[in-house]
């Protein structure tokens, strides 16, 4: 079964920069799309960046479009999410989820995996 491990969040000034990782189990990592989605207290659970198994197609919510990276290392099982110019809008925990049918959606619903999540707080 996979198994994600979402880690490199904490608390940043505004401006600010921060690299989550993913971490996942499995040997089949490299054929699976990776998202990444948060949710801030009091709100849904929103779509933040995918990636497509091969790397070659990314996708980011405009919000975070520009200031956000998305990338894998698939030797490593890993994903990351760069993330520059932080907002407080940006404060939520980081969820990290697989698709094993390579979808990259924009949805929550079509992905099959999920980490445990990661705080990210950003200071005003």
């Known amino acids: 079964q996979v198994q994600l491990v979402e880690s490199g969040g904490g608390l940043v000034q505004a401006g600010g920069s921060l690299r989550l990782s993913c971490a996942a189990s499995?040997?089949?990592?490299?054929?699976?799309?990776m998202g990444w989605f948060r949710q801030a207290p009091g709100k849904e659970r929103e779509f933040v960046a995918a990636?497509?198994?091969?790397?070659?197609?990314?996708y980011y919510a405009d919000s975070v479009k520009g200031r956000f990276t998305i990338s894998r290392d698939n030797a490593k099982n890993t994903v990351y999410l760069q993330m520059n110019s932080l907002k407080p809008e940006d404060t939520a925990v980081y969820y990290c989820?697989?698709?094993?049918?390579?979808?990259?959606?924009?949805?929550?619903?079509?992905?099959?995996?999920w980490g445990q999540g990661t705080q990210v707080t950003v200071s005003s």
């Open positions: 499995g040997r089949t990592f490299s054929n699976y799309a």
């Open positions: 990636i497509s198994w091969s790397g070659a197609n990314t």
């Open positions: 989820a697989a698709d094993k049918y390579n979808i990259a959606a924009m949805t929550s619903v079509f992905y099959n995996y």
